[in-house]
């Protein structure tokens, strides 16, 4: 039969088949001898399965029945370099799903894109490894068994090797937890492979929640092939037995307001479930509903923690709101009910009234907190001066006798009627000329004094602040007349100075007027109680002062019982008030003036000083208390202060 315009399907059809035969064999023979993998060659290869766990080694794989690692955990990722024949190096995918672990190299997931050949070098060697992601679908059976298992803590456990059905001819399993082969911990629990394929745990713990690897070889073409699979196994514990517990509420009333907003919450404890589905519902009743039916509140979601898996448990909560608390909802009993699969449980409040006295304590407690922070802020605010000068008088400090200063004290004064008087050859001297006889005389002290010491035609303001600042102590002899002298632009200095320096002190000291300078006539005597005016007839008798004036003293230093002409002691503010200057003094010596203690000096203190037959009167005792410690020059009165200790004296130092 002839056919015109056809081509008999025959010929055409051979020819198809023949090139498509021509064409595989060609290539694959050329794809095996571009790769390598061909019998006899030194190249591995593996068998991957798409979406799980994959590592290989650099080195050739492990033989069936052997105990070995499955890599060697203990070497550098460094040591080995890993590369694939396209030139990517694994380690730099973005997706950080390769990564080096001792030897060998770790897919978390390996995908087909993972498909091809490494080469790796170490030690000197160069290894090749081919890797083939297959999918599961390719297996050509019906793969059951899956790569995920569940284990229940403290039972018994069964792990299979997925696929391992689908291969007939293959080596033996072999298995690995991570990188330690399974008959490494045989002897130290109860682990063996059973059915060929399946790995058996006698007791599941928490530490079997890992990665598992079964291996099996088998030959195809010649070419010998290790197929890897990964196992995740998760480790829960046993489904409770034991019905839900509520831990909040745990009374029988919660106190609330009228016409405000309340919440009320649940708190539920549930043991672990594999199908978990807990219940906790606010339910009320109210009193005044006789049939007794209970109605379903609004509530928000519930809120849902979880603890570690040795004691896998759940803390449920549950709110209910109550936008406005009113009489019904007093007259109400609420109910929290939780439930799971075991059996349920329930709790009952009801709401009572806060009292009037917690409402007036929530709004009172906080506003006398307030005034009473505001109060210290304010007192701290206008008192800091005197807070401060007080903190540096009685802050304790080391004294040293190493520090920079040039002068052990800076003597202020304003000579008196008393210290001419005594130049000119009189008994008495006053305070002001005997301070240097003694401190410099016989304590060995080096003082500034501003007659002797002050060099002439230099800035007195700046030469006497100067000064000021080089000595370690200002000795300060007040009377009505200093007060209303300049020389309170000294005692001002030396308060600044106080403040600044926490190793400088102020040692004030009060004198009283010489009974000899009072005048006798008390129609002729000056107003202020505090001042005195001279004899106006020298050579005549002074008789006795018409009035003891009183004098200023430090409140902790009362009158020696032995001088019956000595004035009262007075507080010093009590005294400041009794003299009247002539110019007003500055505020800050005015305030500093009333807490600085000070000392008191009467005319009976100057034959009773320290000696070594005499302990000397409690002025001079506390005097040299006050000063600073010496060096080891000059007399060495602290020694003679020993030998009359009086346990009674207490000096004051400022």
């Known amino acids: 039969m002839k056919f015109y315009g056809v081509m008999h399907p025959g010929p055409s059809l051979a020819l198809a088949i023949i090139a498509c035969f021509l064409q595989r064999y060609f290539c694959e023979s050329l794809w095996d001898k571009e790769e390598g993998l061909k019998p006899g060659s030194e190249t591995y290869g593996y068998k991957a399965f798409s979406g799980e766990g994959f590592v290989m080694q650099c080195t050739k794989p492990q033989s069936a029945g052997l105990c070995e690692r499955l890599y060697n955990i203990t070497a550098s990722s460094e040591e080995a370099d890993w590369s694939k024949a396209e030139g990517e190096t694994n380690r730099d995918r973005d997706d950080g799903a390769v990564t080096g672990r001792g030897n060998a190299l770790w897919f978390s997931t390996v995908t087909a894109k993972d498909s091809g050949k490494y080469t790796c070098h170490t030690g000197g060697m160069v290894i090749h ?42 080596s033996e399993v072999t298995w690995y937890k991570d990188a330690r082969p399974v008959c490494e911990i045989q002897d130290k629990r109860t682990i063996s492979v059973v059915d060929r394929y399946t790995l058996l745990l006698g007791t599941v713990y928490v530490s079997d929640a890992t990665v598992y690897f079964c291996d099996y070889t088998y030959e195809e073409n010649g070419i010998p092939w290790t197929v890897r699979r990964s196992v995740n196994v998760s480790v829960i514990p046993a489904d409770t037995k034991d019905p839900p517990q509520i831990t909040y509420p745990h009374g029988n009333e919660e106190g609330v307001e009228l016409g405000e907003p309340h919440n009320l919450s649940c708190q539920v404890h549930f043991g672990f479930q594999r199908t978990f589905d807990p219940v906790v519902q606010w339910w009320i009743s109210s009193h005044s509903n006789h049939e007794g039916m209970m109605n379903l509140m609004e509530m928000e979601a519930q809120q849902v923690w979880e603890r570690s898996i040795e004691e896998l448990e759940f803390t449920v909560t549950r709110t209910a709101q109550i936008p406005e608390v009113t009489q019904l909802h007093l007259d109400s009993t609420f109910t929290c009910l939780a439930q799971n699969s075991v059996g349920n449980s329930s709790a009952t409040i009801r709401l009572t009234r806060k009292s009037a006295v917690s409402r007036v304590l929530v709004i009172v407690c906080p506003v006398v907190s307030l005034l009473f922070v505001a109060g210290m802020g304010i007192t701290v605010h206008v008192y800091w001066l005197e807070i401060s000068i007080l903190y540096r008088i009685y802050l304790p400090y080391k004294q040293t006798t190493t520090d920079d200063k040039e002068y052990d004290a800076f003597v202020s004064y304003v000579p008196s009627s008393s210290s001419e008087e005594a130049g000119r050859g009189g008994r008495e001297e006053a305070l002001e000329v005997l301070l240097p006889k003694v401190l410099e005389g016989q304590w060995g002290y080096h003082l500034f004094l501003l007659e002797r010491d002050l060099l002439p035609g230099g800035a007195y303001t700046e030469d006497v602040v100067c000064a000021i600042r080089s000595s370690r102590r200002l000795v300060c002899v007040l009377s009505p007349d200093y007060l209303a002298s300049t020389c309170l632009f000294e005692l001002e200095t030396g308060i600044r100075a106080l403040q600044q320096d926490p190793h400088f002190r102020l040692i004030l000291i009060w004198t009283s007027p010489n009974p000899s300078t009072t005048s006798p006539n008390p129609s002729t005597t000056s107003p202020n109680p505090s001042t005195t005016s001279p004899n106006p007839n020298p050579t005549s008798p002074s008789p006795s002062p018409t009035s003891p004036s009183p004098s200023p003293t430090s409140p902790n230093l009362s009158p020696s019982p032995s001088t019956t002409s000595r004035p009262l002691s007075l507080p010093l503010s009590h005294t400041l008030g009794m003299v009247t200057p ?60 020993d030998r009359h200790t009086d346990t009674q004296d207490r000096g004051t130092v400022l």
């Open 582 to 641: 002539a110019s007003p003094m500055p505020p800050l010596v005015r305030r500093a003036i009333r807490v600085l203690p000070a000392l008191h000096w009467t005319p009976q203190d100057q034959g009773r000083m320290i000696t070594s037959s005499n302990s000397g009167s409690r002025f001079w005792r506390s005097l040299h208390k006050a000063m600073p410690a010496q060096s080891g020059t000059g007399t060495d009165t602290q020694t003679l202060l």
């Open 129 to 170: 490894v081919y890797v083939e992601v297959l999918e599961r679908a390719s297996l050509g059976c019906r793969d059951t068994e899956e790569n995920r298992v569940t284990l229940v803590l403290g039972k018994g456990g069964r792990i299979p090797c997925p696929g391992i059905k689908c291969r007939t001819q293959r």
